[in-house]
């Protein structure tokens, strides 16, 4: 089993930057690949950026490219997500995610382990 706790969210203005964590706690095995994704209000939740255990490999949704930045430290077993230029839409609930995989493609399509989502509001 793995724990995943999102902390960082809060309330922005169109324009300013953020930056979430996710601490994992667990089986070390269970967070080989990490991601994000987010749930915007009357929305379905949708992928945001990944990340392999190594860092090498990162991807991103069209909608946050250049503007966000995934990253990790696997000594503190937590992976971060850097969100710059942040506009209204980005507003959402933001979860952490992670699968036993070294591909990132588990973690983006289908990862077995969420965290509980951290709030991100961006004002206009």
């Known amino acids: 089993q793995v724990q995943l706790v999102e902390s960082g969210g809060g309330l922005v203005q169109a324009g300013g930057s953020l930056r979430l964590s996710c601490a994992a706690s667990g089986r070390s095995s269970s967070t080989v690949a990490m991601g994000w994704f987010r749930q915007a209000p009357g929305k379905e939740r949708e992928f945001v950026a990944a990340i392999s255990w190594t860092g090498e490999s990162t991807s991103y949704a069209d909608s946050v490219k250049g503007r966000f930045t995934i990253s990790r430290d696997n000594g503190k077993k937590t992976v971060y997500l850097q969100m710059n230029s942040l506009k209204p839409e980005d507003t959402a609930v933001y979860y952490c995610?992670?699968?036993?995989?070294?591909?990132?493609?588990?973690?983006?399509?289908?990862?077995?382990?969420w965290g509980q989502g951290t709030q991100v509001t961006v004002s206009s």
């Open positions: 995610t992670a699968a036993s995989s070294y591909s990132t493609y588990v973690v983006r399509v289908m990862p077995p382990n």
